[in-house]
C-alpha cells in the first residue's frame, strides 16, 4: 500500500513538472509572438527599422516615400523674364515603394499566437525601395509650356544688288528647338535614389536651364559677307546703237545669261559655258559674222560684244587673263587691242577670279548700250589703267577678178579696202595714285581688208589671179 502511494505521487510531481514547464514555454512563446517592435537586424533598402515600434517603422517609411515624391524639378527658360515652371516628383510619375515590408510588419500582428511567433522567426532581414518615374510626362510638360520656342523657322540671310549698285545684306533668323533628352537623362540621374543614397538627407529640388537648340540656316550673315561681295569694284560699257535688230537681239539676251554669273575664289570663267548656256535659254537671231576675215551673214552675230565688253571690265579689276584673242578685224566699239573675240570650238575667252574672294558679274542692257559690272573685293586705292599702242599699220593689198562685162582693161573699185594693224596692250597698277608697275597683255594683229578691184578682160595677157581661201575656214562672230 504504501509503495502504491509513493508512485502516484511520484506521478503527481512528474505531471506537475511537466505542467509547470508547458506553461513557462507557453508564456515564452506567447511573449515573443506579441511584441510590439519591428524584429531586430532589419532595415528597409539600408534605412534601420529594427527593435523600432512598428508604428513608427510604417511612419517612419511612409514619410520617407512621401518626401521623395514631394521633391521638386524646377525648369528656368529666362530667368530675367521669371519664366520658369515647377513640378513635384510625383506629378512627373515618380512613384517610390519599400516592397514587402508593410505586408511583412503587418503579419507580425496578424493570425494566432503560434503563426505569429513564427513569422517573427523567420523575419525577412532586408528590404529594397522601388523607384520609378515617367520621363514622358515632363517631355511632355515642358513642350506644353514652351511650345511656341519650336514654331519659328530658320531663315538664310540674303544679299541684294540694288538698281544703285549698293550691296545689300539682310541679316539671317535662328530657329530654335527644345533639346529635352540630355535634360531627361539628367532628372533621371537625380531623380532616382542609387543604393547608397537612399535614407541619407535628401535632395529636394532640381534645377536646370531649358535646354534649347539653336539651328542655324543654309546660308548665315556672317558666312555669306565671307564671300567678300564688298562692293561694285568696277564697270565697263560699250554700246550698239548702230546694230540691226537681230545684232542687237543676240548682244542683249546673251547679256541676261551672264547676269548674276557667281565666280568661287580661283574659279575659271569660260566664255563658251556662258554661250551654251545662252542657246539653252534662247535662239539666237541673223546677224554679221566674220568668215575667215570677211563679214557675212550667220547666226549669232554680236555675241562677242558682250565678251569683249566682259573682258574690259576684267582687265580693269586686275585678273588674270588666262585665254583670249583678238578680233580678225577691227571693231567699231572698242579701241584697238581692247577686244575679245570667240569661235566655237576655236576660240575661247577665258579669265580666273584671283581677288582672294568671290566675284559676281551682273549686266544691264538700256538704251543699246551694255554694261558690265563686277561686284567683289578690291582696295579703293588700287585701279588698273589700259592703254593700247599701235605699233603698225598694215596697208591693204588689192585683188582684182574679171568682169567679162566690163571693157577690156576698164577697172572699177567694187569695195574701198581698209588697213590692218599690229597693236599692243598695257595695264598699269596704280595705287594710291601713283604707278607700281606695268604689265604688257597682249599683242594683237588686225588683217588688212583687201580693196576689191574688178577688170575687164584682157587679152593675150594673163588674168588675175584669186586670194586662195584658207583651208579649215574659222568663224567669229561680227563687228
Not at 517631355?139 to 511656341?148: E, G, L, P
Not at 588698273?384 to 567679162?404: G, I, M
Not at 574701198?416 to 604689265?439: A, C, Q
Not at 578682160?457 to 594673163?462: E, K, R
Request: hydrophobic letters at 40%; proline letters at 5%; a negative charge.
Amino acid at each position: 500500500m504504501i509503495l502504491i502511494l509513493k508512485r502516484i505521487h511520484i506521478g503527481i510531481i512528474v505531471l506537475s513538472s511537466l505542467l509547470l514547464a508547458a506553461a513557462v514555454g507557453w508564456g515564452f512563446v506567447s511573449n515573443y509572438a506579441n511584441q510590439s517592435t519591428v524584429p531586430a537586424e532589419a532595415d528597409a533598402a539600408g534605412i534601420p527599422i529594427g527593435g523600432m515600434p512598428i508604428v513608427n517603422a510604417l511612419k517612419l517609411l511612409e514619410q520617407y516615400e512621401e518626401s521623395l515624391m514631394k521633391r521638386t524639378v524646377t525648369i528656368h527658360a529666362s530667368t530675367e523674364a521669371n519664366d520658369s515652371k515647377k513640378w513635384t516628383a510625383a506629378e512627373l510619375g515618380y512613384r517610390a515603394e519599400f516592397i514587402g515590408v508593410r505586408d511583412a510588419l503587418a503579419k507580425l500582428k496578424e493570425g494566432d499566437l503560434w503563426d505569429r511567433a513564427v513569422h517573427r522567426y523567420r523575419f525577412q532581414k532586408s528590404y529594397v525601395l522601388v523607384q520609378n518615374w515617367n520621363r514622358d510626362a515632363l517631355d511632355a510638360a515642358i513642350r506644353k509650356q514652351w511650345s511656341w520656342l519650336e514654331k519659328n523657322e530658320a531663315k538664310n540671310a540674303s544679299r541684294t544688288i540694288t538698281d544703285n549698285d549698293e550691296v545689300v545684306y539682310v541679316p539671317h533668323a535662328v530657329a530654335y528647338r527644345l533639346d529635352i533628352v540630355p535634360l531627361l537623362d539628367e532628372v533621371d540621374q537625380w531623380i532616382v535614389l542609387e543604393k547608397e543614397e537612399i535614407g541619407a538627407a535628401v535632395d529636394e529640388a532640381y534645377e536646370a536651364e531649358l535646354p534649347i537648340a539653336v539651328i542655324y540656316p543654309e546660308v548665315t550673315l556672317e558666312g555669306l559677307k565671307d564671300e567678300g561681295i564688298d562692293r561694285k569694284i568696277i564697270e565697263f560699257s560699250t554700246d550698239f546703237r548702230t546694230s540691226a535688230e537681230g545684232r542687237a537681239y543676240n548682244v542683249t539676251v546673251t547679256a541676261e545669261a551672264l547676269h548674276d554669273w557667281h565666280l568661287a575664289p580661283g574659279e575659271v570663267f569660260e566664255y563658251g559655258k556662258l554661250i551654251a548656256r545662252a542657246e539653252e535659254l534662247y535662239e539666237y537671231r541673223e546677224a554679221p559674222v566674220i568668215l575667215n576675215g570677211k563679214l557675212v551673214p550667220g547666226i549669232g552675230g554680236g555675241i562677242c560684244q558682250v565678251s569683249s565688253t566682259l573682258y574690259n571690265a576684267v582687265l580693269r579689276s586686275g585678273l588674270e587673263i588666262v585665254e583670249r584673242r583678238n578680233h580678225s578685224l577691227p571693231v567699231a566699239y572698242l579701241p584697238l587691242g581692247q577686244d575679245a573675240t570667240y569661235a566655237g570650238g576655236a576660240i575661247n575667252f577665258r579669265f580666273k577670279n584671283t581677288t582672294g574672294k568671290h566675284l559676281i558679274i551682273r549686266t544691264e542692257v538700256k538704251d543699246r548700250q551694255l554694261t558690265v559690272k563686277l561686284f567683289g573685293t578690291m582696295p579703293d586705292n588700287v585701279r588698273y589703267d589700259v592703254e593700247s599702242v599701235t605699233l603698225k599699220t598694215v596697208e591693204p593689198s588689192v585683188q582684182e577678178t574679171v568682169n567679162a562685162k566690163l571693157s577690156p582693161g576698164q577697172k572699177v573699185t567694187v569695195e574701198k579696202g581698209k588697213p590692218g594693224y599690229v597693236v599692243d596692250t598695257y595695264r598699269t597698277l596704280v595705287r594710291n595714285g601713283e604707278v607700281v608697275s606695268r604689265e604688257k597683255v597682249s599683242r594683237d594683229t588686225y588683217r588688212a581688208q583687201p580693196t576689191l578691184v574688178e577688170v575687164g578682160p584682157m587679152t593675150g595677157g594673163p588674168a588675175p589671179t584669186p586670194t586662195p581661201e584658207p583651208e579649215e575656214p574659222l568663224l567669229e562672230d561680227g563687228v
